[in-house]
């Protein structure tokens, strides 16, 4: 039974819970972020404080005491065998020159006059690092940001954070009292605003949530997926923290999974785009936290490091299988139940197989800037250099990924890069007007020539997906379908779009006035709105 506010825990009873909730919590992060089964990895006796010591040592085997305090995402410093301080981050002036720490104790919480302190034994060889200890400082406005308590309405004020300090280091509400000399009763109020920010219902869920949320920080920094290339990494810098790649063990291979916006907003699979793994654009992220969405991009296999065990020349339809079965792994392993599906110009086909696979876990599909299925081409309209692909690639599936690196090499040059993209573009104004925005920036360019670089079988894949009529699946889907399409689209058909819409009472067709193809990289908030 959860514990009332008005009936504080005994000293004894919050420890006990404590260390309950920092196991698992530990465990499973651990678990997930090694994509492996619980107790694999460290055996079935081994305990959270256990994992966390572990992972940290591990980060100290390879680092120096400098290197390792400047990898750490909070105020950070380590120490000597004696608690004197190696090295900072430059930013620890909150953190002592000495401490002292609980020997037996891998994790040590303590609430100080600056904030949380976390203290860490590290058992790493002397004669690599000379530290012993490691220290990190949560402050008022590091926990806030974590926990995306980001409003004047919402944010933790300095007595609740004192409070939030007092009851991870174990403190009851007697004694959080006690030692500050503060009224028990208001210390229960304190506790009871605390509480309705979290959106929790207990103390012990507190623990929880805070306890999460500071390991899925340190993990995300010191637990990288293996073998990240610079693709990865230059996603990682662009965005930060508001970004995470997690890398899942699923049947047959591993899913890597982009996730962008609030870690507690409302979840919404996006199927991405053939060029761009993100979504939104690192200078929109902020539209997701206003709507309180956490965007979930997994990656189809080929493309930055997503590998799902396909042989080299398997057909659309096999990829297509081994996808929708990765995201629905994905789904258990994040404990979604049902989430609404949205697709990005030509990841249609994806999307709308992926909806066919989850029935009622599918709970919309979005289908933005769809294109037109390939049996519905006029022959008057533009060939594209994928439309161009389209019977090449039915008729020789094993030559598309030569053609495609081939192809990418052509385009390894930033400028040649943005002057395809305008030229691809050129027919829509506003299109136009995006691409000459995005393209002065740099930041689009410079991604997508790391795709061409680190995604060709990604790419050839999408080519042959794109040789698939998805529409003609769309009435064996369940769930309601919306096609968000800008009327100066000059690339696609919003006229032929209409007609599929027409075809189906479970759709819908809302246009964008005065938008054209690619309104999803500059007002995804059109998107988000419909969620």
Partial sequence: MPRSVDEPPTAKSEDQDDSAVTEAALSLLFNVAAGDEPGHIMGEGADGSDIAGLIVEEAARSATALQLVERMPFLAAAYDRYGDRLASNGKAGGLPDTIRADEKARIECQATGQGLLLLANIDAEP?????????????????????????????????????????????????????????????????????????????????????????????????????????????????????????????????????????????????????????????????????????????????????????????????????????????????????????????????????????????????????????RLPRTMGMSFVRSLGPFARRMPHAVEALVRMHSKLLGSERLMAKGLRVTYRDSQRDSEVILALTNRGWLQKWLRMTVTYSVNGVAGDLLANGIDWDLELGQLACPLYFLHGDEDRVGDIDIIAEIVALHPHATLQVQPGEGQLFYLQQPELIFRHL
């Fill in 127 to 375: 004669a690599q690092t000379g530290m012993r200890r490691l220290a990190l400082l949560i402050e008022r406005e590091t926990l806030n940001d974590m926990l995306d308590l980001d409003t004047s309405q919402t944010a933790l004020t300095d007595t609740e954070f004192r409070l939030t300090c007092m009851l991870m280091a174990g403190h009851d509400l007697q004694s959080a009292a006690r030692v500050d000399g503060v009224a028990y009763d208001t210390r229960r109020k304190q506790l009871r605003a605390v509480l309705q920010k979290m959106a929790v219902g207990s103390q012990q869920a507190l623990v929880r949530v805070v306890m999460f949320a500071l390991l899925d920080r340190i993990l995300r920094h010191l637990t990288r997926p293996q073998g990240l290339g610079a693709d990865i990494r230059f996603l990682q810098d662009s965005y930060g923290d508001d970004l995470s790649v997690h890398e899942l063990g699923v049947r047959g291979g591993r899913l890597r999974v982009v996730e962008v916006g609030p870690k507690r907003g409302r979840p919404v699979v996006f199927v991405h785009p053939m060029l761009l793994a993100a979504m939104p654009l690192p200078e929109h992220v902020h539209l997701l936290k206003q709507r309180n969405l956490r965007a979930l991009i997994p990656l189809r296999s080929g493309f930055h490091g997503s590998e799902l065990g396909l042989p080299a020349k398997a057909t659309a339809e096999a990829r297509m299988a081994a996808y929708v079965s990765a995201v629905e792994q994905m789904m258990d392993i994040f404990g979604l139940a049902r989430v609404p599906v949205v697709s990005l110009v030509f990841g249609a086909p994806w999307a709308v197989a992926l909806c066919k696979h989850l029935g009622k876990r599918a709970e919309s599909l979005h289908l933005v800037a769809a294109p037109v299925p390939p049996h």
